[in-house]
């Protein structure tokens, strides 16, 4: 919405794709692409109280980083190599 800040749009999204809330949340870093379209991406680190559930917009799991990699696009694939896996 355009009335919100980054950190809430992310917590109403959150809440509506997930059904788990946000209990504490800190951005990790921003970035434009316009790889694909252009695309203004904002990563948190959320800790989140819950249980998973489905929306409208699909059914959330739980994913590895190496599984999700290979369904990313090209813009989206520099916030997995942000953070690589143990």
């Known amino acids: 919405m355009p009335w919100e800040g980054t950190e809430q749009a992310m917590a109403r999204e959150f809440v509506e794709e997930t059904g788990m809330n946000v209990i504490r949340s800190r951005l990790k870093f921003s970035y434009f692409s316009s790889v694909e379209v252009p695309v203004n991406l904002s ?39 942000a953070f690589p896996e143990p």
Not at 52 to 78: C, V, Y
């Open 43 to 81: 990563v948190f680190e959320v800790e989140a109280e819950g249980q998973l559930r489905p929306s409208w917009e699909g059914a959330p799991l739980w994913l590895t980083a190496s599984a999700i990699h290979p369904r990313l696009l090209p813009s989206q694939k520099r916030i997995l190599e």
